[in-house]
């Protein structure tokens, strides 16, 4: 076996356990999602939703909807539904009254700090001994990833039918959507490429990068 062949080969390896691992921490990170959803008496939906209105301080309907891929309509119920709980308000711009706003209340923050503040700490002592330019490199990595999960399950929305079709209809919609995903991949592609070059993202999704 030649030099670059085992090269080749080695790295095939390393990308596939990298693609195992990926697998593996989203499972995880979904299990704390739903544990901590479960605590808060909430749906998995409401909270993507909440957790999108904490990072952003505050956020509009509209914005929301963007964010989570849900319609406007979905997401009026969310917020009624958060507001309800005490997790969440409305708020009007102190500039112009007319536009809202939803922001997290105290409660959330508060146990927010009490939940995820351990995963924080922990995780800083886990890293604590990785040297900066590696967390520089695994923030680009993740935001890259949820870049390109972010566009494909943009576009894997547009086929899906709820409850709609038969197996055989699914099965041709994936194949659908596989087929455009293999027309469009060189642009999703370089789009990836402009998400990893930046050194000041818009977001941790990467949504300063557009296919074209």
Same mark, same amino acid.
């Given at each position: 076996m030649d030099q670059e062949t085992f090269k080749s080969r080695e790295k095939t390896r390393i990308f596939d356990q990298l693609i195992a691992a990926i697998r593996i921490s989203q499972n995880a990170s979904d299990m704390m999602d739903e544990a901590h959803a479960a605590l808060l008496g909430i749906n998995r939906t409401d909270g993507r939703c909440l957790d999108?209105?904490?990072?952003s301080g505050r956020i509009t309907a509209g914005e929301l909807a963007i964010e989570s891929g849900l319609t406007t309509g979905a997401v009026t119920s969310v917020i009624d539904r958060l507001e309800s709980a005490g997790y969440a308000r409305r708020t009007r711009s102190e500039s112009d009254r007319r536009k809202v706003y939803v922001e997290v209340t105290e409660l959330t923050g508060t146990l927010a700090t009490l939940i995820y503040g351990q995963l924080g700490e922990i995780g800083a002592d886990g890293m604590r001994a990785m040297p900066e330019e590696d967390m520089v490199l695994v923030a680009r990595f993740l935001r890259t990833s949820a870049y390109m999960n972010r566009t494909l399950s943009d576009l894997l929305r547009e086929y899906a039918a709820p409850g709609g079709l038969d197996p055989t209809e699914r099965l041709r919609a994936a194949k659908n959507f596989a087929a455009r995903i293999k027309r469009e991949k060189a642009a999703?592609?370089?789009?990836?490429?402009?998400?990893?070059?930046?050194?000041?993202?818009? *977001?941790?999704? *990467?949504?300063?990068?557009s296919v074209e």
């Open positions: 999108i209105i904490h990072r999703i592609r370089d789009a990836m490429t402009r998400v990893w070059r930046e050194d000041d993202p818009d *977001g941790p999704s *990467g949504k300063s990068a």
